[in-house]
T-cell receptor
C-alpha cells in the first residue's frame, strides 16, 4: 500500500519568514495530494491540494509543488504569521477509491 | 447544512465494553471513512465505504466493525474496547464524482479506554 513520509516533524520559524514542509510517497499511481492544517483540538481542515497533472499550485501565501518523477511534494508558506502555528499533514491517494494515506504531521510554530 | 456530524464528542469506557461511534453527513457524499489519530501522529485509516452496502478495511481495522446501510450514516463499532484503542476518532466524507474531491472531516470523538 501507499506510504507517505513527512519532514520535518517540528518546524520553528520567525514571523515573516517562510516555512517549507516536504513529503515523499511510495505509490506511483497516487495522483491526488492534499494538505491539511489542524489546530489544537480541532478537525483537520483542507488548505490546498494538487493533482498529478499540475506541477505547482498557489493560493495567496500558500503554495504546493509536486515532482511526480521523484515522488515528492512540498508545502510552502510565505510571510508566516502567528495564526499559521498548527500541525500540518500531507496526504496522497489514487483517483479511484477512498484510501487517503497521511504523513505523520509537522508541528509548525511561528514565533512573533 | 451541518456537514459531517460525529457523536459523542467524548467517551470513557472500561476495558471490554462495546460501543458505537456515530457519524452522519448531509452532503449526499458516496465516500465515507473512519480514521484514528493517536497523540503526535497522523491519521490512520480504519475502515472506509464507497457507497451504501459497501465497506472495506483500511490500515488498522482490527477491533472495529462498520456498516453502511444508508448514504448518510457510517457508524463505527468497538467490539471489546482495549486501552490501545484510546484515541481521537475522525469520520470523513467526500463526493465521488468530478475527479478527486476533498475530504470533509467531523469534529472528532475523544475516546478513553480505562
Amino acid at each position: 500500500g501507499e506510504n507517505v513520509e513527512q519532514h520535518p516533524s517540528t518546524l520553528s520559524v520567525q514571523e515573516g519568514d517562510s516555512a517549507v514542509i516536504k513529503c515523499t510517497y511510495s505509490d506511483s499511481a497516487s495522483n491526488y495530494f492534499p494538505w491539511y492544517k489542524q489546530e489544537l483540538g480541532k478537525r483537520p481542515q483542507l488548505i490546498i491540494d494538487i493533482r498529478s497533472n499540475v506541477g505547482e499550485k498557489k493560493d495567496q501565501r500558500i503554495a504546493v509543488t509536486l515532482n511526480k518523477t521523484a515522488k515528492h511534494f512540498s508545502l510552502h508558506i510565505t510571510e508566516t504569521q502567528p495564526e499559521d502555528s498548527a500541525v500540518y499533514f500531507c496526504a496522497a491517494s489514487r483517483a479511484a477509491g477512498n484510501k487517503l494515506t497521511f504523513g505523520g504531521g509537522t508541528r509548525v510554530l511561528v514565533k512573533p | 447544512n451541518a456537514g459531517v456530524t460525529q457523536t459523542p464528542k467524548f467517551q470513557v469506557l472500561k476495558t471490554g465494553q462495546s460501543m458505537t461511534l456515530q457519524c452522519a453527513q448531509d452532503m449526499n457524499h458516496e465516500y465515507m471513512s473512519w480514521y484514528r489519530q493517536d497523540p503526535g501522529m497522523g491519521l490512520r485509516l480504519i475502515h472506509y465505504s464507497v457507497g451504501a452496502g459497501i465497506t472495506d478495511q483500511g490500515e488498522v481495522p482490527n477491533g472495529y466493525n462498520v456498516s453502511r446501510s444508508t448514504t448518510e450514516d457510517f457508524p463505527l463499532r468497538l467490539l471489546s474496547a482495549a486501552p490501545s484503542q484510546t484515541s481521537v476518532y475522525f469520520c470523513a466524507s467526500r463526493a465521488s464524482t468530478g475527479g478527486n474531491q476533498p475530504q470533509h472531516f467531523g469534529d472528532g470523538t475523544r475516546l478513553s479506554i480505562l
